[in-house]
């Protein structure tokens, strides 16, 4: 009884101990509430409820604060995270999700630190925040921040690699200079003290070259141009103020100019017409089409690439677009007049036979001795129906069908619209004993093919081919087969119209006339007893098929902006958007021991006359000039200054 009583008790004990700790969880205490399962389950480890009670809203507790730290780690809040996580820990020691989780945690707060140091970065140190990304990347692939940082360091790596170095503003100021048959060097070196420029001769660059210039109120860089120009020689901007010169050779362009890789997209132009036009007119061979992606990729110089830029500009440009509003017209007039009186049409007569029965009928055969003795009551006439019909009808019909379509088309593509059925065409064909039916479709109704043609001005020229065929009869064949009789109206055109005016094809009439009739002999031939001795029928029958077309312009071709039309593209041997020039003005004579001279005069009448030739002298020497404005007067260096240099 002891036993009995103390387990009793202990039950009891257990029991209230469940409900308080689950009451204490309802209230929100859910730390308090586990804890007291979690030693009540200790003290009284025999009872099932209790244990199960505690194991359950164990489970629950550990599946909210999971995904509040999800969720937490998800929108970035690694310090919530980890304290979910770190709860979890305190109930479940082994929790895997939350070991996993507070790890995850740990990499996320490591990766926030990365990244923000990659950004502080990214302007002064791109390589080493690029480092910094590839890190994060190795850890999480997926992270969005650290790719689309990435993304951006290295796309502004690539815009700085493909620009190239400009010149130092000095050399746009304006120089006058003289020299006649004078060291190339020699020029250099006096264009180098007055740009401050250094220049960097390759070794093939010949040393006794000379040249003889006189120019007057130009800046420096283009002064360069020209001379290297006519000394069938080219430059290599390394900088601001440095020039790399080198012989014209393509040989040495091979060595020096930089080539640039670039992919256009395109949206609406064919990748094959960019690439033949790419070819005709860039001269670029190494291009390459993607037809899937209608992607262009070309390598070649910085100028041919702008002038291939600007030449796809103007080619993809988006297709011009019309809407066609069709209207078609198909008006049916009838005109039937049935006027008459219907007469029996036969009278027959015949011998009656008695049958038997007191009834005399129609017999094939008599006897002769009944053939002698004929009365009236012997003979049978029949005269079919022995009504007689006047008809009185006159009928008149006017039946309108209309289809009314719009199309929205390209502007040179074609369209079409057909409205109508298909009528089944059996073909028997035998072969070696063997009889085949094949069945084919012949279209019937309305068929229109248009092609319209948009000009710049909104001039619109419409290719129009319209088609109206109808069963008009069928037969059987010996074979049984079907055969249709096809009735067709059809006209081509080609009309013009304006943007929103309708234009009208009409006039393509189809008649048919029928009389049919029935009269008494003689008396039904008379003009006016006709009507009166005999039944006349007259059927008239016009169609006529309308189509009216309303061309509406949705979209014209956008032209683009003069820079992009028409622009400078070098000469025949070198591609370029930068043409030769001496800017804002001069006048200068240029001679050079392979190239002759050349005179330019000043474009503008206000600007100072060319200046004249020097006397000859001993030695080659040009003669100071004093500048105006704010160019700059030269005189031939004795020496080789400190900014030249040989490669």
Do not use: W
Request: hydrophobic share 35%; net charge neutral; proline share 5%.
């Amino acid at each position: 009884m002891t036993l009995i009583a103390a387990s009793l008790l202990t039950g009891c004990a257990a029991d209230m101990a469940r409900k308080q700790g689950e009451s204490l969880i309802y209230e929100g205490e859910v730390e308090q509430g586990l804890q007291f399962l979690k030693e009540k389950s200790k003290l009284y480890p025999d009872d099932i409820k209790l244990r199960a009670s505690f194991q359950r809203q164990l489970d629950i507790t550990l599946g909210a604060l999971l995904k509040e730290a999800d969720n937490a780690r998800a929108r970035g809040d690694i310090e919530l995270a980890s304290n979910r996580y770190q709860q979890m820990l305190s109930h479940d020691k082994g929790n895997y999700r939350a070991l996993e989780g507070l790890r995850l945690s740990e990499i996320a707060a490591r990766q926030d630190s990365m990244l923000k140091y990659a950004r502080e970065i990214k302007d002064n140190k791109p390589e080493e925040a690029l480092d910094v990304l590839a890190q994060m990347l190795i850890d999480n692939p997926r992270n969005t921040q650290a790719l689309k940082l990435r993304d951006e360091v290295e796309s502004r790596k690539t815009r700085e690699a493909t620009l190239r170095p400009g010149l130092a503003q000095s050399l746009k100021n304006p120089i006058s200079l003289q020299f006649k048959d004078q060291s190339i060097s020699s020029v250099f070196d006096i264009i180098s003290r007055i740009g401050k420029v250094n220049f960097i001769f390759d070794r093939d660059v010949a040393p006794n070259l000379r040249t003889t210039i006189y120019a007057h109120d130009s800046s420096v860089e283009d002064v360069i141009n020209l001379i290297l120009t006519t000394n069938q020689l080219d430059k290599k901007v390394l900088n601001e103020n440095t020039i790399l010169i080198y012989p014209k050779r393509p040989d040495k362009d091979r060595d020096y100019k930089d080539l640039v890789m670039r992919t256009f997209y395109l949206s609406n132009a064919d990748p094959k017409q960019v690439l033949a036009m790419i070819k005709q007119m860039v001269k670029t061979k190494d291009v390459y089409i993607d037809e899937r992606l209608s992607m262009l990729v070309m390598r070649d110089t910085a100028e041919a690439v702008a002038v291939a830029e600007r030449l796809i500009a103007a080619q993809d440009l988006p297709q011009s677009e019309i809407i066609l509003d069709v209207e078609i017209l198909e008006v049916t007039s009838t005109d039937l007049l049935n006027m008459g009186i219907e007469y029996p049409q036969k009278i027959s007569a015949s011998i009656g036979v008695p049958n038997g029965l007191g009834a005399i009928t129609a017999g094939n055969s008599i006897s002769l001795d009944k053939l002698n003795n004929l009365n009236k009551s012997d003979v049978l006439v029949n005269i079919g129906s022995p009504a007689v019909t006047a008809n009185f009808a006159h009928n008149k019909g006017n039946t309108n069908i209309l289809a009314n379509p719009k199309i929205r088309v390209k502007n040179r593509e074609k369209a079409k619209v057909q409205i109508g059925d298909r009528v089944p065409v059996i073909t028997t064909t035998t072969n070696n004993g063997v009889t085949s039916e094949s069945i084919t479709y012949l279209d019937v109704g309305l068929t229109l093919n248009v092609e319209p043609t948009l000009s710049i001005d909104n001039d619109i020229s419409v290719k129009v081919s319209l088609e109206v065929s109808n069963v008009t009869d069928k037969s059987k064949t010996t074979s049984g087969n079907t055969v249709y009789t096809i009735g067709t109206r059809n006209a081509t055109t080609n009309m013009s119209a304006r943007d929103g005016e309708t234009q009208v094809l009409a006039g393509l009439l189809s008649r048919t006339n029928q009389s049919t009739g029935n009269a008494l002999p003689g008396l039904g031939e008379l003009p006016v007893l006709n009507r009166l001795f005999g039944n006349q029928s007259d059927d008239n029958k016009k169609t006529e098929l309308i189509l009216l077309i309303t061309p509406r312009v949705v979209r014209n071709l956008a032209i683009p902006s003069p820079h992009i039309t028409t622009f400078e593209s070098g000469t025949e041997g070198a591609i370029s958007t930068n043409p030769l020039r001496l800017r804002p003005s001069s006048s200068i004579k240029i001679n050079s021991t392979a190239a002759g001279s050349i005179m330019m005069p000043a474009p503008q009448p206000m600007m100072p006359q060319a200046m004249p030739e020097p006397a000859p002298q001993p030695a080659p020497a040009p003669v100071a000039q004093a500048a105006e404005d704010n160019s700059q007067a030269v005189t031939p260096p004795t020496g080789r200054g400190n900014g030249m240099g040989r490669r």
